[in-house]
């Protein structure tokens, strides 16, 4: 069955950096686009970065464009998300997620399985 698991959360100051992870299995990875988003305390879901298939379109919400990173190794079904620059508003769970399709779309009903979440923190 489809699993995605998310790795790479924890404590950072800001100005720092983490990197997270998410190992895929149980489907054709290099087959889908994949997705960041995040939930924040007490907000709804917010898109956050997506990757196409091969790694050759990116995108990034503004609120975090110039600062994250996203690629992918489909060799070893893995998808990254570097973040530098962190700021207390980046605080949040996040989570990756399989699109339906190879291309990146928008709206996060077309992502049809998620991860558990890696907890992110960033604080003084």
């Known amino acids: 069955q489809v699993q995605l698991v998310e790795s790479g959360g924890g404590l950072a100051q800001p100005g720092g950096s983490l990197r997270l992870s998410c190992a895929a299995s149980?489907?054709?990875?290099?087959?889908?686009?994949m997705i960041w988003a995040r939930q924040a305390p007490g907000k709804g879901l917010e898109w956050v970065s997506g990757?196409?298939?091969?790694?050759?379109?990116?995108y990034y919400s503004d609120s975090v464009k110039g600062r994250f990173t996203v690629s992918r190794d489909n060799a070893k079904n893995t998808v990254y998300l570097q973040m530098n620059g962190l700021k207390v508003e980046d605080t949040a769970l996040y989570f990756c997620?399989?699109?339906?399709?190879?291309?990146?779309?928008?709206?996060?009903?077309?992502?049809?399985?998620w991860g558990q979440g890696t907890q992110v923190t960033v604080s003084s």
């Open positions: 990757i196409d298939s091969d790694g050759k379109d990116t």
């Open positions: 149980g489907f054709t990875f290099s087959t889908y686009a």
């Open positions: 997620a399989k699109s339906m399709l190879p291309t990146l779309t928008f709206l996060l009903n077309e992502y049809d399985y």
